[in-house]
């Protein structure tokens, strides 16, 4: 993790200690102007066995994630438990596959956006999503979580099972199926 001041000068102002969701929205509108983009696309960490994440700070009412990218890498789909969040593209492009839950219990995929250099995005407590880079060169994205992720959902496409995760542990929760 970095300092405070450093986070400060790489993000051109700090959160406020704690964020109701209209507040993440707001403070992420002068993104990516208001970023350090060069400096903080730098600090990035990459990896041919998946996509990296790296905490640049966390505290009681936040967390600043910065992800690096290598071609054909992607996340699991997954739900961001009750975090409310805010991506920002720093380098290359990535895409976001948004799943619905449909009657039944099942999980569908709804939309499909790419998001390229200077784009914004958001997530809710009932996003369900996979993030993939389907790009040659690789992508860096920054990320502001409100509460800090403490419960991801998993949702496991081969079992239809939803797994909340929360620092490493997987239990169970509940059967639902992805198509």
């Known amino acids: 993790m970095i300092s405070l001041p450093a986070l400060?000068?790489?993000l051109g102002l700090l959160p406020p200690a704690r964020m109701r969701p209209e507040e993440l929205a707001l403070f992420a509108t002068g993104w990516p102007?208001?970023?350090d983009v060069e400096?903080?696309?730098a600090r990035a960490r990459f990896s041919d066995q998946g996509y990296t994440r790296m905490v640049l700070h966390r505290c009681a009412g936040w967390e600043v994630l910065l992800a690096g990218w290598l071609a054909r890498q992607r996340t699991a789909v997954h739900?961001?438990?009750e975090s409310h969040g805010v991506t920002c593209m720093l380098e290359g492009t990535l895409t976001e596959v948004e799943y619905r839950l449909a009657p039944?219990?099942?999980?569908?995929?709804?939309?499909?956006r790419t998001h390229g250099v200077g784009s914004v995005f958001h997530e809710q407590p009932h996003t369900?999503?996979?993030?993939?880079h389907a790009g040659r060169l690789r992508s860096v994205s920054l990320h502001l979580y409100a509460p800090p992720l403490q419960r991801?959902?998993?949702y496991d496409g081969s079992t239809g099972t939803s797994q909340p995760r929360r620092s490493g542990r997987r239990e169970p929760k509940s059967s639902v199926n992805v198509t």
């Open 104 to 112: 039944g219990g099942q999980v569908k995929k709804s939309e499909r």
């Open 8 to 10: 400060e000068k790489l």
């Open 39 to 41: 400096a903080l696309a």
């Open 33 to 35: 102007a208001a970023l």
């Open 152 to 154: 991801m959902e998993l």
């Open 128 to 132: 369900i999503h996979h993030i993939e």
């Open 79 to 81: 739900g961001h438990g």
